[in-house]
């Protein structure tokens, strides 16, 4: 299984609602990457997470908040979002086995967001 | 901070014609990555170049890393249809603790 799973794939949320976006892997990957991406730009890190500790927060506002429960699953809890943060969310996972070379990460096919 | 640089941004072809996209980085690289988004997916790793002055080839790809690690190209001979999409480096300074940073990326068009 070579396969980065997210789910919901599409998500229509309102500023009020409290949602979850959830990634799966099982190629025992100990790094998993949470990325942003507007249309017609690249990816753009907001969360890494080796051996489930969270290693990298790239500044990302608190209604954003990830969660890594083990080192298959990892979750972006959403909460009082704005309109401004429709996107489409990938979750990415890489070997990640401490090695001074960063490997190649594994996106899944991301969660199309839309804030209304 | 790193930044990685990517031009052109668009990229209009006919099927049939070479394009080549290329990548530079304001700090020296301890590896350089490429990825294809086709339209509506995701990205998905091509190809990962370490050494100085290394090339690699795939079919049609050809991907250079610079003698001075600090930029890269990726070319493809002869486009075809399934080559639409856009195409992104992504650098790592070194260490294997931060993410890659991602270039703009270049869209390639391919006009049939």
């Known amino acids: 299984d070579t396969e980065v799973t997210q789910t919901p794939k599409h998500l229509v949320m309102g500023m009020t609602n409290k949602k979850s976006l959830k990634c799966e892997q099982h190629?025992?990957?100990?790094?998993m990457y949470w990325y942003k991406q507007k249309a017609k730009k690249p990816p753009e890190l907001m969360f890494v997470?080796?051996?489930?500790?969270?290693?990298i927060n790239e500044s990302v506002p608190s209604r954003f908040s990830p969660e890594c429960p083990n080192s298959s699953l990892l979750n972006l809890h959403l909460h009082a979002l704005q309109p401004e943060d429709s996107a489409l969310y990938l979750c990415?996972?890489?070997?990640?086995?401490?090695?001074?070379?960063?490997?190649?990460?594994?996106f899944g096919s991301g969660t199309q967001l839309s804030v209304l | 901070g790193q930044q990685v640089m990517q031009i052109p941004q668009y990229q209009h072809v006919q099927e049939g014609e070479d394009f080549t996209t290329y990548c530079n980085s304001s700090?020296?690289?301890?590896?350089i990555q490429w990825y294809k988004q086709r339209p509506g997916g995701h990205p998905v790793f091509l190809i990962q170049?370490?050494?100085?002055?290394e090339v690699k080839k795939q079919k049609r790809l050809t991907f250079q890393f610079g003698e001075a690690k600090k930029n890269s190209s990726l070319h493809i001979t002869a486009t075809q249809t399934t080559d639409v999409g856009t195409y992104f480096c992504?650098?790592?300074?070194?260490?294997?603790?931060?993410?890659?940073?991602f270039g703009k990326g270049t869209h390639l068009i391919i006009q049939p």
């Open positions: 190629m025992g990957h100990r790094a």
């Open positions: 997470y080796s051996y489930e500790k969270l290693s």
């Open positions: 990415a996972s890489q070997e990640g086995r401490g090695h001074q070379l960063i490997e190649k990460l594994f």
């Open positions: 170049l370490v050494k100085s002055g």
């Open positions: 992504a650098g790592d300074s070194g260490g294997g603790a931060d993410g890659l940073t």
């Open positions: 700090t020296t690289l301890s590896n």
